[in-house]
């Protein structure tokens, strides 16, 4: 089951996805004002089970969808987690030792079927396509074997990047990842409960119908157990947080010349399992 937030007119819901649209659960859980108190309740599977017999609510083109966890506390990004996308810095160097990290902020996401938003500052927005995962169960200091415990459901990002502005600074890639509605996470959530969900499933991103991004979890330089581990130990993760787990090589800014995306473009992040995440550009 899959389960989404939307936005119909001036209202937002949380509630289930099919095939016929989205069935609206959040007036049956007064108590839980949005999927992020799900989360933190560990909500999910009394979804699951309101849902089952109930009507569509909302069919589809009568909602838009929002980022699936709104106003998580922490979003944090891995960088440089493939071994192909390492070896794209040209730098003779093997992997790193440990994981290379940066924040993002909820604002800089919009959601499925959304426009990703190119700003007047610079054309060089590009795409990332990643696997996310929605941090169910809290804890400091988590250890490898019991990192999937902690897991709660997952999603999928582009990680959108305005590829000038990370080189901003010395050693800052903060800028240039924070541009309003520059990504999106989405379409919805899908309950975690196994580790084949992420063991080893394949990851791609096509842009106009053509395959840019193609690799297979399996492949990460830093599994998402050693993440949950390795970020628990700087900081507390809590219910809702959300982690962003790396992209496979083959973003724009890696061809010669740069392909970088352009109003009207189209984007599809897909993983086995997930389901697929689809956005436009447009200009601010």
Not at 44 to 72: C, M, W
Not at 89 to 113: E, I, V
Request: include cysteine.
């Amino acid at each position: 089951m899959k389960f989404a937030t939307v936005n119909t007119g001036n209202t937002q819901l949380y509630g289930a996805v099919s095939e016929a649209g989205f069935t609206a659960l959040s007036p049956s859980f007064p108590d839980w004002a949005t999927m992020r108190d799900v989360v933190n309740a560990a909500g999910l599977p009394s979804l699951a089970k309101e849902a089952q017999g109930r009507a569509v609510t909302h069919p589809n083109d009568s909602f838009t969808y929002a980022i699936p966890v709104p106003n998580p506390e922490k979003i944090i990004c891995v960088g440089v987690n493939f071994p192909d996308r390492n070896a794209e810095y040209k730098d003779g160097q093997d992997a790193p030792q440990n994981m290379s990290l940066f924040p993002r902020f909820a604002r800089s996401f919009t959601g499925h079927d959304e426009a990703l938003v190119r700003p007047p500052e610079t054309p060089q927005l590009d795409y990332e396509g990643e696997i996310a995962i929605i941090i169910g169960k809290g804890g400091r200091r988590i250890l490898q074997a019991d990192a999937y415990d902690h897991i709660a459901a997952l999603s999928l990002c582009n990680e959108g990047t305005l590829r000038d502005w990370v080189r901003h600074a010395k050693f800052n890639v903060t800028q240039g990842k924070n541009w309003d509605s520059s990504g999106a996470i989405g379409p919805w959530l899908v309950p975690f409960e196994r580790a084949e969900q992420l063991d080893d499933i394949r990851l791609t991103t096509h842009v106009n119908g053509e395959l840019r991004q193609d690799d297979r979890t399996s492949r990460m330089l830093f599994p998402i157990r050693r993440q949950i581990e390795y970020i628990s130990t700087f900081t507390t993760l809590v219910p809702g947080d959300i982690i962003i787990t790396g992209t496979p090589t083959g973003a724009g800014a890696r061809f010669d010349p740069p392909r970088f995306l352009v109003p009207g473009d189209e984007i599809i992040v897909a993983a086995e399992g997930i389901g697929e995440l689809r956005n436009t550009v447009r200009d601010e």
